[in-house]
């Protein structure tokens, strides 16, 4: 080695052990004498550059502490380690033949398609030599959610692992290609669909589980804004005074879903819509009133969620929990018949899964899981009653309170309290800029000054419609020609004269 291409090489001498273990993997190999750049009385003489920190306590590089460590001096192996020239040199014989298992083509026997799947999916993954033990403990250090999706799509089938097998038989000797050995690997894992479902299931409950409670919560809140919403009761109060005005009655209530007609009607003297009359009423009668709009935030949110998904999202969940029971029972009795005769399987590498990993702690966390199942069913039980009562408490119906659903009833809310906060927003904007046309002297056009000083001022548009309908008025042509109009290309001569004919409809 030289030298000069690191200098940490020439200042740390190599571990010993790490010279032991290429002894026991590369045994027929000849060891070639590593040249530090320095001698052993150069390496004991190093000086350790100590510098001052901004504490003012003395501190020393990383590879100095390492070189005053005393672990690597004396080991017990360093004995076992050959001499310079213990082994003869490699012949041509020798290396031919490492040549040629190094440069044998690799076993494919996927198809291009799948082989391309697991291959940009192994980019993302560790070794296929560390799956196996992180699948075994379940270790999420390891492997994420994201990861166990990947490998939810990567478990071999029967045909794929015999394909495999026989090819590894046919020729073995020669390496497998990355997919098929990747596909080997996780083969030799038992019940390696059950594992992987289980460790998604219990990754994914929270998710899951929000899912479902966050539309719940949401539906609660928007029930809650509504009922305490004060300018709400003053819209309901005042729709229904207008409207039994109009329709010359007495009715108690009406159904919410008429207030998005409000801004369809219109009155046929100044074709405003309804909804700017009930406005302008409100800014007037309850000047403390609100746009609506930012006091029931809830329903916005609300009318977002499908709540006929939400139920069949929760049916889908107690049927993963109760499956993920049936599947971690598989899972020890298959354990339980290999502790009675043969190794564990969920040892990985000679060691036992910790008792904190995510293996052992499976039975409390499907315990637990079933605990928080059974309250959020009391959950969306007593929600969905407390919208059915809160429906009722606005005056439908048993029928309609059946047929509505809350999707459609948050979406109406929500759809007119935009409607409204529009319309109010618009008459204050009206108002600031007649209060400004007031300061500076202008009348405005609606007022009877404005309209009288709009007659006497007519404009140019009205001057031109009064010329165009003079000449309509006009009952002969003129005599006159006008140049502006093209004239005929006929020469004179050409014409013999006018005849006048006249024109039948």
Not at 251 to 260: I, N
Not at 263 to 283: K, N
Not at 390 to 405: N, P
């Amino acid at each position: 080695m030289n030298a000069a291409i690191n200098p940490i090489f020439t200042s740390v001498p190599y571990p010993s052990e790490y010279l032991v273990t290429m002894t026991r993997f590369f045994p027929q190999c000849r060891h070639s004498s590593v040249s530090w750049g320095q001698t052993d009385s150069d390496l004991h003489s190093i000086v350790i550059h100590r510098r001052r920190s901004e504490a003012g306590k003395l501190s020393s590089p990383m590879w100095a502490c390492a070189l005053q460590n005393e672990v690597y001096r004396d080991r017990p192996g360093t004995d076992t380690l050959p001499p310079h020239s213990s082994h003869p040199p490699m012949t041509g014989k020798h290396n031919s033949r490492l040549c040629q298992a190094a440069f044998e083509p690799s076993v494919s026997v996927l198809g291009m398609k799948r082989s391309n799947i697991i291959t940009i999916a192994l980019s993302s993954l560790p070794a296929p030599r560390l799956l196996p033990p992180a699948i075994y403990a379940m270790d999420s250090s390891v492997l994420d959610r994201e990861d166990v999706q990947r490998l939810r799509a990567l478990i071999p089938t029967e045909d794929e692992l015999g394909l495999i097998k026989e090819a590894k038989a046919q020729n073995p000797h020669a390496p497998l290609a990355q997919a098929e050995l990747c596909l080997l690997t996780l083969g030799e894992i038992p019940h390696l669909s059950t594992r992987l479902e289980l460790w998604a299931f219990a990754l994914d409950y929270d998710s899951l589980e929000k899912e479902i409670a966050e539309p719940l919560f949401h539906l609660k809140l928007a029930m809650e804004q509504l009922a305490a919403s004060q300018t709400f009761r003053y819209i309901l109060a005042t729709v229904l005074t207008i409207g039994n005005f109009l329709n010359g009655c007495k009715a108690r209530g009406f159904e919410l879903s008429y207030l998005s007609k409000l801004s369809q009607v219109r009155d046929t003297h100044t074709r405003q819509p309804l909804l700017h009359h009930v406005c302008l009423l409100l800014l007037q009668l309850r000047p403390d009133s609100s746009d609506l709009h930012s006091d029931i935030a809830a329903v916005t949110k609300a009318a977002k969620y499908d709540y006929s998904q939400v139920q069949s999202s929760f049916t889908q969940l107690e049927t993963m929990c109760k499956a993920s029971w049936e599947q971690l029972k598989i899972l020890e009795k298959a354990e339980d018949r290999q502790n009675g005769g043969k190794m564990d399987r969920s040892k990985g590498a000679n060691e036992e899964v910790s008792e904190n990993s995510l293996r052992h702690r499976l039975p409390k966390i499907l315990k637990d899981c079933e605990e928080r199942l059974k309250v959020l069913r009391a959950v969306h039980r007593r929600v969905i009653n407390r919208f059915h009562s809160f429906l009722l408490f606005l005056g439908y119906s048993h029928s309609m309170v059946r047929d509505t659903k809350a999707e459609d009833f948050c979406r109406n809310i929500s759809n007119f309290s935009l409607e409204y906060r529009n319309a109010r927003q618009a008459i204050i904007l009206q108002r600031e800029r007649e209060q400004q046309r007031a300061v500076a002297g202008i009348p405005a056009p609606g007022t009877p000054v404005g309209r009288r000083k709009c007659q006497q001022e007519p404009s140019q548009d009205s001057d031109e419609q009064c010329r165009l309908e003079k000449v309509l008025r006009t009952p002969e042509l003129s005599s006159r020609v006008d140049i502006t109009v093209p004239q005929s290309r006929r020469r004179t001569g050409d014409i013999k004269g006018v005849r006048c004919k006249k024109m039948t409809w």
